[in-house]
């Protein structure tokens, strides 16, 4: 007997339903998160199944179709023996379009599509890729660093916004708003009036410390620049912005502090993976982006049936639309921003690094490709060669 079960998470608790080959209801239940609601799942389908099945049997018999790839839950899932079908929500919007056309949505009724979605289209589905736990903890701390990376890049955003609104000055005068010397000068002199004050042993000191070149120089071009004539905002509503700089100043030290120790953890959580040394042998690849290559991608060498398979996964490959007379090749937007970020970072790396690379990019681009088509069409060529295709 076969089992196919729909599992509608939400922060708190699961909606779950299991049908039988047939389509015919068995069970539904909303269960609490955590392990209460993982034992009345198996008791659930324990029940359904009977008792005249073996433990080893259990997989072939439970096939599990949730939204979501990750967490607790999901593991207690695969570890119980059950495959999992992680649905992209995308697919499972359009599945409950064929579904019904009204529009109506509850997470009872989700449970009952991804489980009817399961029984009638699993071989459709990629079931729970069977990635180590080394690949999960590289891809916990590869994707916090590029989560804070990217957040220190909103807050550099958000104070030269602020900078601009009240003291330009400081925007010609600091080339890098979240380079060390900057923050440390800012933080002392928010304001038009104290930077103007700021000593050449002041300036002088901070870029020392941020270990920066020709020092006189730069520093006597900092004065000059602050001490400058610009137009300005009253004193009170320059009073106002000086208190955000500081506290936009703070965060971005934080941030700044933290990439670099989270950095230290990638790098030594990739260092100990077995494939690190094969992705650093590919072009444009280096420790941390290495990492981030093999954090999307998992390491489960079964994963990807072919090198083409692992190219449309990436969204490097282009997809084609044809109809009659019409044929049109565009460019893949949905993807895993993060993967395809890293992937043509290691192409725009790859044309110093690698000769074959640059020849690659160069003849895309005599082709008639733009800047951005050339480079992808690198990325998927590179892709393909760490598959194992020679040709890419």
């Given at each position: 007997?076969?089992?196919?079960?729909?599992?509608?998470?939400?922060?708190?608790?699961?909606?779950?339903?299991?049908m039988?080959?047939?389509?015919?209801?068995?069970?539904?239940?909303?269960?609490p998160?955590?392990m209460?609601?993982?034992?009345?799942?198996?008791?659930?389908?324990?029940?359904?199944?009977?008792?005249?099945?073996?433990?080893?049997?259990v997989?072939?018999?439970v096939?599990?179709?949730?939204?979501?790839?990750?967490?607790?839950?999901?593991?207690?899932?695969?570890?119980?023996?059950?495959?999992?079908?992680p649905?992209?929500?995308?697919?499972?919007?359009?599945?409950?379009?064929?579904?019904?056309?009204?529009?109506?949505?509850?997470?009872a009724?989700?449970?009952h599509?991804?489980?009817?979605?399961?029984?009638?289209?699993?071989?459709?589905?990629?079931?729970?890729?069977?990635?180590?736990?080394?690949?999960?903890?590289?891809?916990?701390?590869?994707?916090?660093?590029?989560?804070?990376?990217?957040?220190?890049?909103?807050?550099?955003?958000?104070?030269?916004?602020a900078?601009?609104?009240?003291?330009?000055?400081?925007?010609?005068?600091?080339?890098?708003?979240?380079?060390?010397?900057?923050?440390?000068?800012?933080?002392?002199?928010p304001?038009?009036?104290?930077?103007?004050?700021?000593?050449?042993?002041?300036i002088?000191?901070?870029?020392?410390?941020?270990?920066?070149?020709?020092?006189?120089?730069?520093?006597?071009?900092?004065?000059?620049?602050?001490?400058?004539?610009?137009?300005?905002?009253?004193?009170?509503?320059?009073?106002?912005?000086?208190?955000?700089v500081?506290?936009?100043?703070?965060?971005?030290?934080?941030?700044?502090?933290?990439?670099?120790?989270?950095?230290?953890?990638?790098e030594?959580?990739?260092?100990?993976?077995?494939?690190?040394?094969?992705?650093?042998?590919?072009?444009?690849?280096?420790?941390?982006?290495?990492?981030?290559?093999?954090?999307?991608?998992?390491?489960?060498?079964a994963?990807?049936?072919?090198?083409?398979a692992?190219?449309?996964?990436?969204?490097?490959?282009?997809?084609?639309?044809?109809?009659g007379?019409?044929?049109?090749?565009?460019?893949?937007?949905?993807?895993?921003?993060?993967?395809?970020?890293?992937?043509?970072?290691?192409?725009?790396?790859?044309?110093?690094?690698?000769?074959?690379?640059?020849?690659?990019?160069?003849?895309?681009?005599?082709?008639?490709?733009s800047y951005?088509?050339?480079?992808?069409?690198?990325?998927?060529?590179?892709?393909g060669?760490?598959?194992?295709?020679p040709?890419?």
């Amino acid at each position: 007997m076969l089992l196919f079960v729909g599992d509608d998470w939400a922060e708190d608790h699961h909606d779950v339903e299991v049908m039988d080959a047939s389509g015919r209801r068995l069970a539904k239940a909303r269960l609490p998160e955590g392990m209460a609601g993982m034992t009345r799942l198996h008791a659930m389908i324990g029940q359904a199944l009977g008792d005249d099945i073996d433990a080893e049997d259990v997989s072939g018999r439970v096939r599990i179709g949730i939204e979501t790839d990750r967490g607790p839950w999901v593991q207690a899932l695969v570890a119980a023996g059950y495959t999992v079908y992680p649905v992209n929500p995308l697919q499972a919007a359009r599945y409950r379009e064929r579904l019904a056309v009204s529009g109506a949505k509850s997470d009872a009724a989700d449970a009952h599509m991804l489980a009817d979605m399961v029984r009638t289209d699993s071989h459709q589905l990629r079931p729970m890729a069977g990635d180590s736990a080394d690949a999960e903890a590289v891809k916990v701390v590869s994707r916090m660093h590029k989560t804070l990376i990217w957040e220190r890049t909103r807050a550099g955003q958000r104070l030269r916004h602020a900078l601009r609104e009240y003291f330009p000055a400081a925007l010609a005068a600091f080339e890098d708003l979240d380079a060390a010397d900057t923050l440390e000068l800012l933080a002392k002199a928010p304001d038009p009036a104290s930077a103007a004050r700021l000593s050449l042993a002041q300036i002088s000191a901070a870029l020392k410390r941020a270990r920066r070149r020709d020092i006189p120089a730069k520093a006597a071009a900092i004065q000059t620049t602050l001490r400058a004539e610009h137009l300005g905002q009253p004193a009170v509503v320059t009073a106002a912005y000086a208190a955000s700089v500081r506290a936009l100043i703070a965060l971005l030290s934080t941030l700044n502090e933290q990439v670099k120790v989270l950095q230290g953890q990638v790098e030594a959580h990739f260092g100990r993976h077995p494939d690190a040394e094969i992705i650093l042998s590919q072009p444009g690849l280096g420790t941390v982006l290495g990492a981030r290559v093999l954090a999307e991608f998992g390491d489960d060498h079964a994963r990807y049936v072919s090198a083409k398979a692992r190219k449309n996964y990436a969204a490097t490959s282009p997809i084609t639309r044809a109809s009659g007379k019409k044929r049109t090749v565009a460019a893949r937007f949905v993807h895993n921003d993060r993967l395809i970020d890293a992937l043509m970072t290691q192409a725009f790396s790859a044309l110093k690094a690698s000769p074959g690379a640059r020849a690659y990019y160069d003849r895309q681009r005599a082709r008639g490709a733009s800047y951005n088509a050339a480079l992808r069409q690198l990325a998927n060529r590179l892709v393909g060669i760490l598959h194992g295709d020679p040709g890419g």
